[in-house]
């Protein structure tokens, strides 16, 4: 027993820590090799440069290349000439990271950073990547998959930060950074037609009323037709009808203090996403038979509406040349209402007709240190948010299971995070974040006859499964310890100890009926992770090349298990059950590089690497009746072990004004759909896109050619899976945008 269990342990030492750090050593030699070959640049070749790279990781604008965290930052100007126009888009573009519309949705974003997120996009479900607008958090998923439009970058941090972010950034953050006021007069209007009749519009703005109060405004439409029918009823599948628009006022009420004002809105109209069947039916056979993957047929109304909107206002205050107070103070409120056939047939084997709606309130105080040697960002936080819903479980048609509830959230937290330089090499970092959050909820399952739509108050009732009330606290500390190492102007190694917490809560689905104790709370997760990085630039900063390497350790895991289950012969419900099941480890590497081969041509590649696997898993199987261990069953969902992608950039400049040529390949491996295997799970697959633009000498005018999945391939990456004949082999898929050709005219001043 001693010798198996000495073989065990060198294994897992092996996989969880070996690994990576081979990767890590092969990294490193070609580092050294890159240094070695730095002195052989030749000074014509000096005023060749990359351009300098912004973000505001640790809550202020600092140098990509100076910053202790795996970051990725894509600015206007890039986002705009490879023709991403959704946040969804920058995945491509961020090692380890997943960012896609979910099932059956438009707007709504399933997003994983090195393996940590949210699969299920039920409200009261915490997410583990945070997403902000500027400096305000959205605390649900829905809306988050953002369009792009008078943005000024995109950045995303990789790992564990809630020490300066907070709330559930246990995977990492995604900030959507809108348009600085300046006070220039600045107009832009923009249109775009292509494939599937996609017509979208874009009209931007800002001027100065006064020498010190300056206004914003843009507006944005996005429109195109289904890439696939819903064959029984005509109306399109995978369509796109949304519109957007922001507003900002801006005071500069004197030379150290200012206000900005920011207000915005969405309205998704596009209809419901009808997934693929991989089986056919049994219960509606005379459907017409799909042919494509975007096409389905339904048994519901095809009505959908998502609305978010956002008020915000932010205060800052220069108290000396060392000291800014900073305070941000915001609300945000979402309303979906949406159905869902969940077996996309003509007879409603599973409908789901479903309504959430959520608001929030924070405010965010941050003082803000900076001298030569120590910068400190600090700051107390306050979250107040409701988020409440409901949905029916239609089955057959005969029965709906009517599930619902709210929890409402109150959240305090303090943090501070600082780092000293100990002289002209050597800055240590050290951080903390203390969080309590309150959580009151109340959860419902009753049973109808018939069909029944969340909020009817008709229907016929027959029994309740579930219903009770609860609350729990949860508190956490989480710190930050760090080092780094400038070695030279362009070039710095560090190393840091992060830890992750997300929060507690109650399972919005619970059913009493099949497991007894589903009114108990679900408690926080947590995750360890240390971090060695590098930030570098060579060649007279012709080249970039970053990277890190990292290991995490996660405790009570969350995670979201849904089954169907047979409660008596031809009689079935779908039990879910929140978890802390898990503990598991997650390791990897991220490189990063750039490289300006000429002053017309550079190219770029990100490689990610994880290596994620279960320890311990343990849940109550409803079918079984009997809690079991699963981890060697289990694996990390949206979660594909590498993520590559090689792009380029060519610009030519002409008489009749510049082109620029990009071209990107993005793979990414063989990803599981959920956390137990199934026939879902698609292999790897390989994107092309490419893109042309013109801008005109006089920098008013731009054409831009795009084109996306050039090669039409099909990949699967979400689905439903309702096996068996009970609910008639229901297993259908959603499948990636097919290829698409746009074309964009655009005029600014």
Request: aromatic letters at 12%; hydrophobic letters at 35%; charged letters at 20%.
């Amino acid at each position: 027993m001693a010798n198996n269990y000495n073989s065990d342990a060198q294994h897992k030492f092996s996989r969880t820590l070996l690994k990576p750090s081979l990767v890590a050593l092969a990294i490193s030699s070609c580092f050294a090799t890159g240094a070695l070959a730095q002195e052989t640049a030749t000074e014509a070749d000096a005023d060749i440069k990359l351009e300098r790279i912004e973000v505001t990781a640790r809550r202020t604008i600092e140098n990509l290349q100076t910053v202790p965290v795996a970051v990725t930052s894509l600015g206007e100007e890039e986002l705009a000439q490879r023709g991403m126009d959704n946040i969804t888009a920058v995945a491509q573009f961020s090692p380890n990271t997943t960012l896609q519309v979910s099932r059956g949705t438009n707007s709504t974003l399933t997003a994983y950073i090195r393996g940590i997120g949210q699969q299920d996009p039920l409200w009261g479900f915490e997410p583990g990547v945070g997403i902000y607008i500027d400096d305000v958090y959205m605390a649900r998923p829905q809306g988050a998959a953002l369009d792009v439009y008078d943005v000024e970058r995109i950045e995303v941090l990789r790992g564990p930060q809630g020490t300066l972010y907070g709330r559930n950034t246990i995977g990492g953050a995604v900030k959507y950074v809108t348009k600085q006021l300046t006070g220039d007069n600045e107009f832009a209007v923009r249109g775009t037609v292509g494939t599937k009749n996609q017509r979208d519009l874009k009209i931007s703005g800002q001027t100065g009323l006064t020498d010190n109060v300056f206004i914003s405004g843009a507006f944005a439409t996005f429109n195109r037709d289904g890439f696939g029918k819903f064959l029984n009823t005509g109306d399109d599948n995978y369509n796109k009808e949304l519109m957007t628009g922001r507003v900002s006022l801006q005071w500069n009420v004197t030379d150290s203090f200012s206000m900005l004002l920011n207000a915005d809105k969405t309205v998704d109209d596009s209809n419901p996403r009808g997934g693929f069947r991989l089986f056919p039916s049994a219960l509606a056979p005379t459907d017409a038979v799909p042919g494509s993957v975007y096409d389905a047929n339904i048994s519901m109304p095809v009505t959908n509406k998502v609305e978010t909107e956002g008020q915000s206002i932010t205060m800052t205050l220069e108290l000396s040349d060392n000291w800014t107070l900073k305070s941000v103070t915001a609300r945000r409120e979402g309303v979906t209402d949406t159905n869902i056939d969940f077996d996309s047939t003509s007879f409603p084997t599973l409908d789901i007709p479903a309504f959430y709606e959520d608001t929030q309130v924070s405010q965010e105080l941050q003082l803000l240190y900076s001298d030569d040697k120590l910068k400190v960002a600090s700051g107390l936080y306050y979250y107040d948010g409701e988020a409440c819903g409901a949905f029916g479980q239609v089955v057959y048609g005969l029965s709906t299971t009517e599930n619902g509830g709210c929890v409402q959230t109150d959240s305090i937290a303090a943090y501070a995070q600082g780092t000293y330089q100990l002289d002209d090499k050597w800055s240590l970092t050290f951080g903390g974040r203390y969080t309590k959050d309150d959580k009151d909820a109340n959860v419902y399952r009753y049973v109808y006859a018939g069909y029944k739509f969340p909020r009817d108050t008709d229907g016929v009732y027959l029994s309740t499964q579930t219903e009770f009330s609860g609350s729990e606290s949860f508190s956490h500390f989480s710190p930050r310890v760090g080092a780094e190492y400038q070695y030279s102007r362009d070039l710095m190694f560090y190393g840091s100890y992060t830890n992750g917490f997300k929060s507690g809560g109650f399972d919005m689905r619970a059913n009493q009926a099949i497991n007894p104790d589903a009114d108990e709370p679900y408690q926080e997760e947590t995750v360890d992770t240390y971090e060695l990085g590098m930030k570098s630039e060579w060649f007279n900063q012709r080249l970039r090349l970053n990277a890190a390497v990292f290991m995490s350790s996660y405790d009570d895991m969350q995670v979201t298990v849904q089954r169907s289950v047979e409660t008596a012969p031809g009689v079935v419900t779908v039990a879910s059950q929140v978890l802390n099941a898990a503990s598991a480890d997650i390791n990897g590497v991220e490189l990063e590089a750039q490289f300006a081969v000429s002053r017309n041509f550079d190219v770029s590649m990100i490689v990610g690497y994880v290596d994620a696997s279960f320890n311990k898993v343990e849940f109550f199987d409803p079918n079984q009746q009997q809690v079991v261990d699963v981890s060697n069953v289990w694996a990390f969902a949206n979660t594909p072990d590498l993520t590559a992608t090689l792009a380029g950039k060519y610009s030519i400049a002409t008489e009749i004004g510049e082109f620029v040529i990009t071209a990107n390949m993005a793979h990414r491996s063989e990803t599981q759909i959920f956390e137990v295997p199934s026939i879902l799970d698609f292999g790897g697959y390989t994107v092309f896109n490419a893109g042309v633009n013109w801008y005109s000498n006089d920098g008013h005018w731009d054409v831009s050619l795009q084109g996306k999945n050039l090669g039409d391939k099909q990949a699967r990456i979400a689905g439903y899976n309702f096996a068996g004949a009970v609910l008639d082999n229901s297993v259908l898929g959603f499948y990636i945008d097919p290829r698409t050709v746009s074309l964009s005219v655009g005029y600014r001043f």
